[in-house]
């Protein structure tokens, strides 16, 4: 028999990767703001308009010239920002997509790493972009 074993870990970043973290959360946010702003001003000029995640994605390196701080941020962590505001617009009324709140900034910041751990025999790194 197969058994499923769990890991419980915190991380204790230094200052600077604590910085970094928090820098990713926030350009997270504000490319989730930004996006969820643009969906607003399409659906207001066109009730019929379709959210989709591939047209807002095609819009983030225009936003990375607009906004030069976002090059800093893994593409990756603004994607998922993306792709977490996507369903939760499709599946809103279609009348309220202004129903939709922006992110607040709380204590607590959470954002998608992806490829940032690696997993080795029974060891767990993890590495942020620097």
């Known amino acids: 028999m197969q058994r499923l074993q769990a890991y419980k870990f915190e991380l204790m970043p230094n200052g600077e990767q604590s910085r970094a973290m928090r820098q990713y959360a926030g350009c997270c946010r504000v490319v989730y703001n930004k996006a969820l702003a643009w969906q607003n001003e399409q659906y207001q000029a066109d009730n019929t308009f379709k959210f989709s995640y591939t047209t807002i994605a095609n819009l983030l390196p225009q936003w990375k010239h607009e906004m030069v701080w976002l090059k800093d941020a893994p593409s990756q962590s603004l994607q998922q920002a993306l ?47 620097s």
């Open 83 to 129: 792709k977490i505001l996507n369903p939760a617009l499709e599946t809103s009324l279609p009348n309220a997509p202004t129903s939709q709140n922006s992110k607040r900034k709380v204590n607590q910041t959470a954002s998608a790493f992806h490829k940032a751990s690696k997993l080795s025999n029974k060891t767990i790194a993890s590495f942020y972009p």
